[in-house]
């Protein structure tokens, strides 16, 4: 298969385009820097767009298969100032409908568009057990979402089939959250964050890259597809799941006023609570590699 992918980059995008070329499949990355067009040393090649200007090359996007589309600004890499919160809307949004247009008007569409979402869509949910027909919440990120996924209806209404993967928390030494918390917990400095009881919808790498490759080769599945393992866990089960791994205590809780106090709006994301659970994933069929806390925890590790 031909298949472009946005955000190549990232944590995901990374992992995604390494499981992809070692299974023969030809990879288009769609890039925004001058440097990475071209064919890269993998074997992959290098096309550019610039989503915020709108502008993409059309050519590239004739004959593929599939198109997972990533990018975006990252939402726990700084403070949300006003100005931040728009980037991350407007990379989301404006990219999103960049590529939908583009795509929709290209002469050989592809079959499917795979276009990111994450289970902020749900809001603060508490410890409620949401699946993929649960309605949007409120905050900020739910409303992010909401456009995210809404940005993609041109090509959905050009006959292309447009999946949602609303992912939870990727479990990886690499990403954003571990990046930060996993250093900590190996010098023996962790702790759960706020009380503890708020539910993080977890899932490991490996299986976030096999969700997104089910995705592209199941043509029953559309619309949104929750990408969590299927039991979500409380901070303060992760944290023990975390020092049960390590070989290390966690006495060192951080007060919710200390969390809000530090990283302003943003502490929503940490201290409120996301329980949902792949219902779709797991009727079609999809086995996860790490379903329990502890396995994802060894495969980040």
Same mark, same amino acid.
């Given at each position: ?228 393992? @299927?039991? =979500? !866990?409380?901070? $303060?089960? %992760?944290? #023990? +799941? &975390? *020092? ?6 966690? @006495?060192? =809780? !951080?007060?919710? $006023?200390? %969390?809000? #106090? +530090? &990283? *302003? ?17 797991? +009727?079609? *069929? ?16």
């Amino acid at each position: 298969m031909r298949i472009a992918v946005t955000g190549s980059s990232g944590l995901i995008g990374s992992a995604l385009v390494r499981s992809l070329l070692a299974d023969g499949h030809q990879v288009v990355r769609l890039v925004r820097r001058r440097s990475a067009l071209g064919p890269h040393s993998d074997g992959s090649v290098g096309v550019g767009w610039n989503p915020a200007r709108g502008e993409i090359d059309r050519g590239a996007l004739n004959a593929l298969d599939a198109v997972v589309h990533l990018a975006g600004a990252g939402v726990g890499d700084r403070r949300w100032s006003e100005a931040y919160k728009r980037e991350i809307r407007d990379s989301r949004v404006l990219g999103t409908r960049t590529l939908a247009l583009a795509l929709a008007a290209a002469d050989a569409p592809p079959a499917v568009l795979v276009s990111g979402s994450a289970v902020g869509y749900y809001g603060q949910t508490g410890d409620r057990v949401i699946d993929e027909t649960a309605p949007a919440g409120e905050d900020f990120l739910a409303r992010v979402c909401v456009d995210w996924e809404g940005a993609a209806r041109p090509a959905a209404e050009a006959g292309i089939r447009v999946v949602h993967p609303r992912t939870g928390l990727v479990l990886s030494d690499a990403g954003a959250a571990g990046g930060r918390l996993f250093p900590l917990f190996r010098l023996g400095l962790g702790g759960r964050l706020g009380s503890g009881t708020q539910y993080w919808s977890f899932i490991s790498l490996a299986d976030q890259v096999a969700a997104l490759r089910f995705l592209i080769d199941h043509r029953e599945l559309s619309g949104p597809v929750n990408l969590s393992a @299927p039991e =979500p !866990v409380t901070n $303060a089960e %992760l944290t #023990a +799941a &975390l *020092g049960r791994v390590l070989r290390r205590p966690t @006495p060192f =809780p !951080v007060p919710e $006023a200390v %969390l809000r #106090a +530090a &990283l *302003g709006e943003m502490a929503v994301e940490v201290v409120g609570s996301h329980r949902a659970v792949p219902a779709k994933l797991l +009727a079609a *069929g999809f086995r996860f590699r790490h379903p329990q806390v502890d396995e994802a925890v060894r495969a980040a590790l």
